[in-house]
């Protein structure tokens, strides 16, 4: 049995090794506008822009390193099988590449990147608990919606800009699940998709459902904040008041970004350390290295101030 696996294990790699061999001749172009330059790598990272003259996420992240991280997704206990896979993540991440996501500060960054942002996804979609064969981080991307909703998540302030469509459900869905009205509606304006009429498409298209978590990693959720991807890459300067709330770029901050009070500035709690290990665990797996990810005060939010306030804020 494990002779069997490693050999599985060996020949994926090796076959992505060559796929890389073969990316590595893809057709890049250049040109430099105004001292700068920008590129064009074809459909993974289009329309020339300064990120895509980098490597892109299939460069160095491939898919048997996806299978490793979310190597129980398919197993006959998880809720979505055969759901998500590398393709449809592959698919969704071209569409903010040119603008950054994985493709932004030299290769440790960039890998580090999708490190971070799939341990949320991971983490916001594990069923595996406690004792959870292969451990509790072996069970991303599990599920691909809330499974026993207990409202419609409509929210009637938000009636003019996005009204609830009658029987809609705005209950979790997707890879960083989407909750209430106002969310949907927002990712559906980004994504040029009616995902206010149709909240439903992110549980049946596994890129969009990839689409509208990285949409959430790339943008604030509030003007005068941050996005987490801004956050985590360091373009994020924090002011004066960001630092005396704690708030440094890094991991810790992308939690504070995501989930606001949630997550952060309540201590050393449970719903944060499993975010931190699900992206300590996917580095180790992608083989950049738990020790990569900085000081403990990088990766916690547990002392900071929250960005936001849940009574009013779009965490899930
Ligand atoms: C591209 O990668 C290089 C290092 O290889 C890095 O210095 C540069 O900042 C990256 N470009 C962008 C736009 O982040
Ligand atoms: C899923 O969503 C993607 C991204 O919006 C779209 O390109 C694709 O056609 C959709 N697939 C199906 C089967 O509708
Ligand atoms: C900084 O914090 C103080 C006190 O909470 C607040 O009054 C002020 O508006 C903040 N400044 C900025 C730029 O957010």
Same mark, same amino acid.
């Given at each position: 049995?494990?002779?069997?696996?490693?050999?599985?294990?060996?020949?994926?790699?090796? +076959?992505?090794?060559?796929?890389?061999?073969?990316?590595?001749?893809?057709?890049?172009?250049?040109?430099?506008?105004?001292?700068?330059?920008?590129?064009?790598?074809?459909?993974?990272?289009?329309?020339?822009?300064?990120? !895509? /003259?980098?490597?892109?996420?299939?460069?160095?992240?491939?898919?048997?390193?996806?299978?490793?991280?979310?190597?129980?997704?398919?197993? *006959?206990?998880? #809720?979505?099988?055969?759901?998500?896979?590398?393709?449809?993540?592959?698919?969704?991440?071209?569409?903010?590449?040119? #603008?950054?996501?994985?493709?932004?500060?030299?290769?440790?960054?960039?890998?580090?990147? &999708?490190?971070?942002?799939?341990?949320? &996804?991971?983490?916001?979609?594990? !069923?595996?608990?406690?004792?959870?064969?292969?451990?509790?981080?072996?069970?991303?991307?599990?599920?691909?919606?809330?499974?026993? *909703?207990?409202?419609?998540? !409509?929210?009637?302030?938000?009636?003019?800009?996005?009204?609830?469509?009658?029987?809609?459900?705005?209950?979790?869905?997707?890879?960083?699940?989407?909750?209430?009205?106002?969310?949907?509606?927002?990712?559906?304006?980004?994504?040029?998709?009616?995902?206010?009429?149709?909240?439903?498409?992110?549980?049946?298209?596994?890129?969009?459902?990839?689409?509208?978590?990285?949409?959430?990693?790339?943008?604030?959720?509030?003007?005068?904040?941050?996005?987490? #991807?801004?956050?985590? &890459?360091?373009?994020?300067?924090?002011?004066?008041?960001?630092?005396?709330?704690?708030?440094?770029?890094?991991?810790?901050?992308?939690?504070?970004?995501?989930?606001?009070?949630? &997550?952060?500035?309540?201590?050393?709690?449970?719903?944060?350390?499993?975010?931190?290990? #699900?992206?300590?665990?996917?580095?180790?797996?992608?083989?950049?290295?738990?020790?990569?990810?900085?000081?403990?005060?990088?990766?916690? /939010?547990?002392?900071?101030? *929250?960005?936001?306030? +849940?009574?009013?804020?779009?965490?899930?």
């Amino acid at each position: 049995m494990a002779g069997i696996a490693i050999t599985i294990l060996a020949l994926t790699a090796a +076959a992505g090794f060559w796929a890389a061999e073969a990316e590595s001749s893809k057709q890049i172009i250049e040109k430099t506008v105004k001292g700068q330059k920008l590129c064009d790598q074809g459909w993974e990272c289009k329309g020339l822009s300064k990120y !895509c /003259c980098n490597q892109t996420i299939s460069d160095f992240f491939q898919t048997y390193q996806f299978e490793d991280l979310f190597a129980k997704r398919n197993s *006959p206990v998880a #809720h979505a099988v055969g759901f998500w896979d590398y393709k449809s993540f592959i698919t969704s991440a071209a569409l903010y590449q040119p #603008h950054g996501f994985g493709t932004t500060g030299g290769s440790e960054t960039q890998a580090k990147e &999708v490190a971070a942002f799939l341990g949320h &996804v991971g983490a916001k979609t594990s !069923c595996g608990y406690g004792v959870a064969t292969g451990g509790p981080e072996a069970w991303g991307l599990c599920y691909n919606k809330e499974m026993s *909703p207990d409202k419609d998540y !409509c929210d009637d302030y938000f009636k003019y800009d996005y009204p609830c469509s009658p029987g809609a459900q705005y209950y979790g869905r997707g890879a960083l699940p989407l909750y209430w009205n106002y969310n949907y509606g927002a990712a559906g304006e980004a994504l040029k998709q009616d995902l206010l009429n149709h909240p439903e498409y992110i549980e049946q298209n596994a890129t969009l459902a990839f689409q509208a978590a990285i949409w959430r990693w790339m943008t604030p959720p509030k003007k005068g904040l941050p996005s987490a #991807h801004d956050a985590f &890459v360091g373009t994020w300067k924090p002011t004066k008041n960001d630092t005396l709330a704690k708030r440094i770029p890094g991991f810790g901050t992308t939690m504070n970004v995501l989930y606001g009070d949630s &997550v952060c500035g309540q201590g050393d709690v449970d719903q944060m350390n499993t975010i931190i290990s #699900h992206y300590q665990h996917y580095l180790d797996l992608m083989g950049i290295g738990r020790e990569k990810a900085g000081p403990h005060e990088l990766l916690t /939010c547990a002392e900071q101030e *929250p960005f936001t306030v +849940a009574s009013k804020s779009s965490s899930s």
